[in-house]
């Protein structure tokens, strides 16, 4: 059973047959039969402080906690979390760390608590002569320093701290669960309120500073499409404190208040669900639904509008068709430059498209833009 626990396997293989797991960070046994009722082997797990929060772990490295059993605690969330990055974190972690990334601050924390690596650190000082257990303390002290100097800085261990949050999932092996009473939940009513509250306050705050705030907050009347890095600034933004929130907290809060006005939210998230999070939390929209759903609907009605105005596409025309819908579901947005990148490329591109389209693309791209967002 552990054995076949502990056996690594790559995220593309595992989401084929778990949809819903990004990476294998960690597995865990059910013994129906007692097998593992008593240990058969003397283990030290490398997470040695489970019921420390990791932001608090990480408050305790920035006011000088550092034993060893701090460091390993950490560098094991860490350690979980790095499988989980997306690339645009890694690049985020880069920027605050000095250039290092999250396996790169791991591998130092891991090496600080290595008693070999003090010796070996110490040895280099005191060739030929065998150091002494004073120099070898040092030596272990600058390791610790050194290790945790990216953590240092503030800003990213918030921004750890908020990706930490988007996928750390607290298991409680002890507590046995028990049904105190049924009915509805008001505190759990109560913490969703706030939550939407803070949500919108921060969107009011912010509705001139952040680019895809003005954009969306001007619809229909905007002159520009809000593009897709104009959404993740935003994401990352709400994600960060003071506001502190992934997609799924704020679609679950409203979910709570609301449900009879909100749809479910997708499997497959998308960033650009941002959008209609902001879109209805603004009173734009009567209903929260996915992104990509708001635009398929979008695309469909305007399809059967076409019909009604006596316009045909042939089939090329709705293959491509299709394919702008799909790229603004994901992204918000589609202009010309896009149709540089797939799937747009594997069909031929901007010099396909104007064949396709003659001279009413311009206009093609523009209605779409217009019609599937806003």
């Given at each position: 059973?552990?054995?076949?626990?502990?056996?690594?396997?790559?995220?593309?293989?595992?989401?084929?047959?778990?949809?819903?797991?990004?990476?294998?960070?960690?597995?865990?046994?059910?013994?129906?039969?007692?097998?593992?009722?008593?240990?058969?082997?003397?283990?030290?797990?490398?997470?040695?402080?489970?019921?420390?929060?990791?932001?608090?772990?990480?408050?305790?490295?920035?006011?000088?906690?550092?034993?060893?059993?701090?460091?390993?605690?950490?560098?094991?969330?860490?350690?979980?979390?790095?499988?989980?990055?997306?690339?645009?974190?890694?690049?985020?972690?880069?920027?605050?760390?000095?250039?290092?990334?999250?396996?790169?601050?791991?591998?130092?924390?891991?090496?600080?608590?290595?008693?070999?690596?003090?010796?070996?650190?110490?040895?280099?000082?005191?060739?030929?002569?065998?150091?002494?257990?004073?120099?070898?303390?040092?030596?272990?002290?600058?390791?610790?320093?050194?290790?945790?100097?990216?953590?240092?800085?503030?800003?990213?261990?918030?921004?750890?701290?908020?990706?930490?949050?988007?996928?750390?999932?607290?298991?409680?092996?002890?507590?046995?669960?028990?049904?105190?009473?049924?009915?509805?939940?008001?505190?759990?009513?109560?913490?969703?309120?706030?939550?939407?509250?803070?949500?919108?306050?921060?969107?009011?705050?912010?509705?001139?500073?952040?680019?895809a705030l003005q954009i969306l907050y001007n619809l229909p009347y905007k002159k520009r499409h809000v593009t897709y890095e104009e959404i993740r600034e935003l994401a990352e933004k709400i994600e960060m404190p003071p506001c502190g929130f992934t997609t799924d907290t704020l679609w679950r809060a409203y979910e709570q208040l609301e449900k009879s006005k909100v749809r479910p939210a997708s499997i497959q998230k998308q960033l650009t669900d941002i959008v209609s999070l902001v879109r209805f939390a603004i009173h734009q929209e009567e209903v929260l639904e996915p992104f990509k759903e708001h635009v398929e609907h979008r695309f469909q009605e305007w399809l059967k509008s076409q019909q009604l105005l006596g316009k045909t596409f042939n089939e090329k025309q709705i293959q491509w068709l299709t394919m702008i819908a799909e790229h603004i579901a994901g992204s918000g947005s589609v202009d010309k430059n896009d149709f540089l990148l797939p799937p747009f490329s594997g069909s031929g591109g901007i010099i396909k498209a104007k064949e396709v389209f003659g001279d009413g693309l311009d206009e093609v791209i523009e209605e779409l833009n217009s019609v599937l967002v806003g």
């Open positions: 059973m552990k054995g076949r626990g502990t056996r690594v396997i790559d995220s593309d293989d595992l989401m084929a047959v778990t949809p819903d797991a990004k990476t294998k960070t960690h597995f865990i046994l059910v013994d129906a039969v007692g097998v593992c009722e008593s240990e058969k082997t003397q283990s030290f797990p490398l997470d040695r402080q489970k019921s420390v929060p990791t932001p608090k772990l990480l408050n305790n490295i920035a006011i000088g906690i550092r034993d060893s059993d701090t460091l390993s605690s950490l560098a094991s969330r860490l350690s979980r979390l790095d499988l989980e990055l997306e690339p645009r974190d890694i690049e985020r972690i880069k920027a605050l760390s000095g250039g290092k990334s999250l396996t790169s601050i791991v591998g130092d924390l891991m090496s600080a608590i290595d008693p070999d690596k003090a010796y070996d650190r110490a040895k280099e000082k005191t060739k030929p002569h065998e150091p002494m257990e004073s120099q070898c303390n040092k030596a272990k002290e600058e390791l610790v320093i050194s290790a945790c100097s990216p953590l240092d800085n503030p800003e990213l261990r918030e921004l750890l701290t908020a990706l930490n949050r988007k996928t750390e999932q607290t298991i409680d092996t002890t507590t046995v669960d028990k049904i105190i009473q049924s009915g509805f939940d008001q505190q759990a009513k109560d913490k969703a309120s706030a939550v939407v509250k803070k949500f919108e306050q921060f969107i009011e705050e912010n509705k001139d500073k952040i680019t």
